[in-house]
């Protein structure tokens, strides 16, 4: 990316010009390693944005064209602190690592594929089903949602099969939970259980859409249209509401900032978090990025002009695009959202085909060339 001058009407004015290797189309998941670069899957590939600026689309490097993985539905992105690249898909996660010449080295990070069982202990013996979300802490311990199969479980840990009277009865999809299993940094799988030796469950009727690991001890997921960003504690088990109003509405959603006990969201989906562990989310019907802090809901960027119900039942804001003051800023489907070390916020922004970046000052500028598709 660099900068030119233009005169006009005997005032300079300087634009941007972009340097590009493909365009981003329908930009998804999202991560910011310890140097700043930004990756991000789109349907072209692996994108790059370096700490300069410059968007690189990884599979046009010589040597990628086999290990650049592409955006498909159901992808998790992570990054560990050695700036590692998890994607997992269905019950299979791999590792990419990227040199400082952007050549990918691709490597199984789990190796029991396909086998849709669940079986706890060392890594290159565990075994995983139907992977539905992942987080990773501070520590590189690696979080993951995974449905789970009572009736297909072949391992012993069937003895701590939850027993509470809800998942007893049989018209809550006692054949289908959500459980935690944990990833350790040494390489241990488990399975993550309550004091009382059950399982910390999900609610198989949330449908998690994005999860992120806090600051303590607990995971943070969204969960879509249920319309609510919830908390697990990885200690107790227990399960809380942290914004949103679960299920309140199947149709015509209302988006109300202000306590968050009172607050509600359209379809809040990716996460992320910042040094102070403020919440932040990509509402993506909403088209805006919203903030939960000291127990407020507030807009951080996005002004997109929400329709009437009667055009859109399932909520929806007009499209647009619009740089500037993030107040006024306008987005089209904002996805994967992450800070870099100065506290820049980079945005995925789907229909927009592009890469946005929210200033710490408060200011929305495009990183990449913008290509609306309505």
Not at 2 to 18: D, E, N, R, S, Y
Not at 196 to 209: H, Q, R, S
Not at 226 to 242: A, F, H, M, N
Not at 302 to 307: E, L, M, P, R, T
């Amino acid at each position: 990316m660099k900068k030119i001058q233009l005169l006009l009407a005997g005032t300079i004015i300087a634009t941007t010009i972009f340097g590009q290797q493909g365009a981003v189309s329908s930009p998804d998941n999202l991560v910011t390693d310890s140097k700043d670069n930004v990756y991000f899957l789109h349907q072209n590939g692996l994108g790059k944005i370096t700490a300069a600026g410059e968007y690189i689309n990884l599979v046009n490097k010589k040597g990628n064209e086999n290990t650049t993985p592409y955006l498909s539905a159901g992808q998790c992105l992570i990054i560990d602190s050695q700036d590692n690249l998890y994607i997992s898909s269905g019950n299979a996660i791999t590792k990419y690592t990227i040199s400082e010449n952007n050549i990918i080295t691709k490597t199984a990070f789990t190796t029991l594929f396909y086998k849709y069982r669940q079986k706890d202990g060392p890594l290159k013996e565990a075994m995983f089903s139907d992977i539905k979300a992942m987080a990773i802490d501070k520590d590189d311990n690696i979080f993951i949602l995974e449905t789970y199969y009572p009736t297909k479980r072949m391992d012993t840990s069937n003895i701590h099969f939850l027993t509470n009277n809800y998942f007893l009865n049989k018209k809550n999809n006692l054949d289908k939970i959500c459980v935690i299993r944990k990833i350790s940094a040494n390489g241990e799988v488990s399975t993550l259980s309550k004091p009382d030796g059950k399982y910390i469950i999900v609610n198989p009727k949330k449908n998690i859409w994005h999860m992120i690991a806090s600051n303590h001890a607990s995971l943070i997921f969204s969960t879509g249209a249920s319309r609510s960003i919830e908390e697990v504690d990885l200690t107790s088990g227990q399960q809380t509401v942290i914004a949103g109003k679960p299920d309140k509405r199947n149709t015509c959603p209302v988006y109300i900032p202000g306590d968050t006990s009172k607050a509600e969201l359209f379809e809040p989906y990716y996460l992320t978090s910042n040094k102070q562990g403020d919440i932040f989310c990509a509402d993506m019907r909403m088209h805006r990025i919203i903030k939960i802090a000291n127990g407020k809901v507030s807009t951080v960027a996005g002004n997109n002009k929400i329709q009437p119900c009667s055009a859109n039942i399932g909520g929806r804001a007009e499209d647009g695009h619009k740089d500037g003051n993030a107040l006024t800023a306008l987005f089209s489907m904002t996805k994967g959202i992450a800070f870099d070390s100065k506290n820049n916020m980079f945005i995925a922004d789907e229909w927009n085909n592009c890469i946005r970046k929210l200033s710490p000052a408060g200011i929305v500028s495009s990183v990449t060339v913008p290509r609306p598709k309505y």
